[in-house]
């Protein structure tokens, strides 16, 4: 289970599902709530469910949420594909209450190795806080904002801040 997300299974009451599973997915399905969105998480659910009910899942750094329905059989989901929205996250990383992106930041500025998770929830960070609309800016700060969306490392993160510095951007 991610530390960025939370999942809490309801049951709906009525137990074991009582029709046969779908057998196009035998193994599980994967939900894509993402869709075009530019900044998307994979949350993996307990699979199979105990039994029918739905899974809510949210998301501690952006607080989305999602209800998902399972049944307790093969044909149930597996991952979800949600959206990150990056708007009702809290500024600057020192002052973000989740508990998810502060140890993220710190991990990186001590130079310690970052899961593709923690390299994710850096880029959700670091395109918050370009995209704010209290920055006013021109061709570069155009490019910064397209730049974030191609974060996909440490090497990468590093690039970016370095340009971000160099016009006077310090998201750290």
Not at 17 to 24: G, H, I, K, L, M
Not at 93 to 106: F, K
């Amino acid at each position: 289970m991610s530390e960025q997300h939370s999942i809490e299974f309801v049951p709906s009451g009525r137990g074991k599902a009582q029709c046969p599973p779908d057998p196009a997915y035998p193994e599980g399905i994967e939900i894509d709530l993402a869709g075009h969105a530019a900044a998307w998480c994979w949350v993996h659910l307990p699979y199979p469910a105990p039994e029918c009910g739905h899974f809510v899942v949210r998301c501690k750094l952006c607080r989305f949420s999602a209800a998902v329905t399972a049944a307790g059989r093969p044909d149930d989901p597996k991952t979800l594909r949600i959206p990150c929205d990056l708007s009702t996250a809290r500024g600057y990383w020192m002052h973000e209450i989740s508990g998810v992106l502060q140890p993220v930041v710190r991990a990186y500025l001590e130079r310690r190795w970052l899961t593709p998770r923690e390299v994710h929830i850096m880029r959700a960070y670091l395109k918050l806080w370009i995209d704010a609309p209290v920055w006013r800016g021109d061709r570069e700060l155009a490019e910064l904002r397209q730049q974030v969306n191609e974060i996909h490392s440490v090497a990468d993160i590093d690039r970016w801040i370095c340009l971000a510095l160099r016009e006077g951007h310090d998201p750290l």
